[in-house]
Nanobody, 127 residues
Framework: VQLQASGGGSVQAGGSLTLICAASGRAFKNYGVGWFRQAPGKEREFVAAINWGGSTTLYADSVKGRFTISRDNAKNTVYLQMNSLKPEDTAVYYC?????????????????????WGQGTQLTVSS
């Protein structure tokens, strides 16, 4: 499966934005998907994950209550709705997928749990 992230941009603090992860491949509906982000000089960090059917989601504490991950398997797409954005949310955001992803926190937070990665999309939040 190939992934392409889009939807990034510049927004003021308190604003909202939705990132899109579009996938190619008929089997995408079988893949768990995660969003990660990487700020300059920092390591890539977990943001959110969703299981293949969309029934289970997990979030990093830093985004819980502000971000919502969802998916539309008919459109081979996963979304990350981001509200109440803060300057510290500024980063390059990546989506990743794996057919064997278990929605357990200790697993979804690891970059090594995902076989497929998309290119990043930049989000800049100004104060």
């Amino acid at each position: 499966v190939q992934l392409q992230a889009s939807g990034g941009g510049s927004v003021q603090a308190g604003g909202s934005l939705t990132l899109i992860c579009a996938a190619s491949g008929r089997a995408f509906k079988n893949y768990g998907v995660g969003w990660f982000r990487q700020a300059p000089g920092k390591e890539r960090e977990f943001v959110a994950a969703i299981n293949w059917g969309g029934s289970t989601t997990l979030y990093a504490d830093s985004v819980k209550g502000r971000f919502t991950i969802s998916r539309d398997n008919a459109k081979n797409t996963v979304y990350l709705q981001m509200n109440s954005l803060k300057p510290e949310d500024t980063a390059v955001y990546y989506c990743a997928a794996d057919e064997s992803l278990y929605l357990i926190h200790s697993i979804v937070v690891l970059t090594t749990s995902y076989e497929h990665w998309g290119q990043g999309t930049q989000l800049t939040v100004s104060s």
